[in-house]
């Protein structure tokens, strides 16, 4: 990528920690993060990234890859004082080349990416460059009500007391953070609103995937809505059951498959196996499935954040069907242009009722298009998260 030519000369440069590598773009926090470095490395922003493994090259990036030298099974976590995911990713070799890296150069700040970083708490001195905290999620909030949607009694103890953890290692990092970035405005108010807060600032994702073009449905088009998602976390899990158990037989009924893309594990793909479900796997490529059907669905009961699945659905110009409160930070033509429901059950009648009223299908996607189509700029996101990281910095 081509810097920008309008970007400030920038000297220093940033030492960003997350979990896995972002260029891959599997999951989620992987898009947000990857498209957020994208636009950094394009206005002149240098990074080295630490992580435990390497990915595809993005522009201004130096990855120091760290692996760990063998598996860490994240049950053996659950006595430490940290929460189990984030004692699995803090091994010694990664925290001895933060130790490393933090004396070998004059960094501009300190960026965690994510709470399952904050084992770096430990290692960062008093006198370390500013630590930015990049929050994909009120981690305490959203884990606990994971925790409370588990079936299994015991899971649910074990989740509810990792949760706890969680809880606090997200206070101690926002009482350490000279700035903490938020994916939508319910999470930068909560994070505002903790003691000793912060400069909190408001993030919300860009887009820099493909865009069709104006394509109407037709008749020919299959009576089909998509799912896509990667189904390894918990509360993806948990939403994908609801939907399989709750929406599922109600669109089978009426002729309506439900076709789920993305990594499903394979005993709960098993379990939810019935008429009207069909699960693709992972695909290389979005668009011929989404030009396949009638809606894409947002349909998660637990989760928070802001959906990113929503943005493939709109720029491949899909209508979406999505639960009520799962459309924040969307603008407002784009919630005004969607299906909603307050449960996945009351989504799949609305679904059933107006899957065949192309008229207004045809009317939802475009309307929707127009709302978002300069609404999620990357190089917006860089700018601003540069200017707030000069506040820290005024003699940069």
């Given at each position: 990528?081509?810097?920008?030519?309008?970007?400030?000369?920038?000297?220093?440069?940033?030492l960003?920690?997350?979990?896995?590598?972002?260029?891959?773009?599997?999951?989620?926090?992987?898009?947000?993060?990857?498209?957020?470095l994208?636009?950094?490395?394009?206005?002149?922003?240098?990074?080295?990234?630490?992580?435990?493994?390497?990915?595809?090259?993005?522009?201004?990036?130096?990855?120091?890859?760290?692996?760990?030298?063998?598996?860490?099974?994240?049950?053996?976590?659950l006595?430490?004082?940290?929460?189990?995911?984030v004692?699995?990713?803090?091994?010694?070799?990664?925290?001895?080349?933060?130790?490393?890296?933090?004396r070998?150069?004059?960094?501009?700040?300190?960026?965690?990416?994510?709470?399952?970083?904050?084992?770096?708490?430990?290692?960062?001195p008093?006198?370390?460059?500013?630590?930015?905290?990049?929050?994909?999620n009120q981690?305490?909030?959203?884990?606990?009500?994971?925790?409370?949607?588990?079936?299994?009694?015991?899971?649910?103890l074990?989740?509810?007391?990792?949760?706890?953890?969680?809880?606090?290692?997200e206070?101690?990092?926002v009482?350490?953070?000279?700035?903490?970035?938020?994916?939508?405005?319910?999470?930068?108010?909560?994070?505002?609103a903790?003691?000793?807060?912060?400069p909190?600032?408001?993030?919300t994702?860009?887009?820099?995937?493909?865009?069709?073009?104006?394509?109407?449905?037709?008749?020919?088009?299959?009576?089909?809505?998509?799912?896509?998602?990667?189904?390894?976390?918990?509360?993806?899990?948990?939403?994908?059951?609801?939907?399989?158990?709750?929406?599922?037989?109600?669109?089978?009924?009426?002729?309506?498959?439900?076709?789920?893309?993305?990594t499903v594990?394979?005993?709960?793909?098993?379990?939810?196996?019935?008429?009207?479900?069909?699960?693709?796997g992972?695909v290389?490529?979005?668009?011929?499935?989404?030009?396949?059907?009638?809606?894409?669905?947002?349909?998660?009961?637990?989760?928070?954040?802001?959906?990113?699945k929503?943005?493939?659905?709109?720029?491949?110009?899909?209508?979406?069907?999505?639960?009520?409160?799962?459309?924040?930070?969307?603008?407002?033509?784009?919630?005004?242009?969607?299906?909603?429901?307050?449960?996945?059950?009351?989504?799949?009648?609305?679904?059933?009722?107006?899957?065949?009223n192309?008229?207004?299908l045809?009317?939802?996607?475009?309307?929707?298009f127009?709302?978002?189509?300069?609404?999620?700029?990357?190089?917006?996101?860089?700018?601003?998260?540069?200017?707030?990281?000069?506040?820290?910095?005024?003699?940069?």
């Amino acid at each position: 990528m081509r810097r920008d030519p309008q970007s400030p000369a920038i000297h220093r440069p940033l030492l960003w920690l997350t979990v896995s590598h972002p260029g891959a773009r599997h999951a989620g926090n992987q898009v947000y993060s990857g498209g957020l470095l994208d636009a950094l490395g394009a206005l002149g922003q240098a990074v080295t990234l630490l992580t435990r493994d390497d990915g595809p090259p993005i522009a201004g990036l130096r990855v120091e890859a760290v692996p760990p030298p063998h598996f860490r099974p994240r049950a053996l976590g659950l006595a430490s004082a940290w929460p189990a995911s984030v004692w699995q990713a803090a091994h010694p070799r990664l925290r001895h080349r933060l130790h490393a890296l933090l004396r070998a150069e004059d960094w501009r700040a300190v960026v965690i990416d994510q709470a399952a970083c904050g084992w770096a708490l430990q290692t960062l001195p008093a006198d370390a460059p500013p630590l930015v905290y990049i929050a994909h999620n009120q981690e305490g909030a959203v884990r606990t009500a994971v925790a409370d949607g588990e079936r299994s009694a015991l899971k649910r103890l074990v989740m509810r007391r990792d949760a706890a953890k969680y809880a606090r290692l997200e206070d101690s990092l926002v009482r350490r953070a000279a700035l903490v970035t938020a994916i939508t405005a319910a999470d930068a108010e909560a994070f505002a609103a903790s003691p000793h807060a912060p400069p909190v600032l408001e993030l919300t994702p860009g887009y820099s995937g493909p865009r069709a073009s104006a394509s109407p449905l037709s008749p020919a088009t299959p009576r089909r809505v998509v799912m896509v998602g990667r189904f390894e976390w918990q509360a993806k899990q948990q939403n994908l059951r609801r939907w399989a158990e709750d929406a599922v037989p109600l669109l089978a009924a009426a002729g309506i498959e439900t076709e789920v893309l993305g990594t499903v594990p394979e005993t709960l793909r098993h379990d939810l196996e019935r008429p009207g479900l069909r699960f693709a796997g992972r695909v290389a490529d979005l668009a011929p499935h989404l030009a396949n059907a009638r809606f894409g669905l947002v349909a998660e009961d637990v989760g928070g954040g802001f959906k990113l699945k929503t943005l493939d659905y709109i720029f491949h110009r899909l209508p979406v069907a999505a639960l009520a409160d799962n459309l924040t930070g969307q603008p407002a033509g784009v919630i005004a242009n969607a299906l909603l429901a307050e449960t996945p059950a009351g989504l799949a009648g609305k679904v059933a009722a107006t899957i065949d009223n192309l008229e207004r299908l045809g009317k939802m996607q475009e309307n929707a298009f127009q709302a978002a189509r300069a609404a999620f700029d990357w190089s917006d996101r860089a700018r601003r998260f540069l200017a707030a990281l000069d506040r820290l910095n005024p003699n940069d």
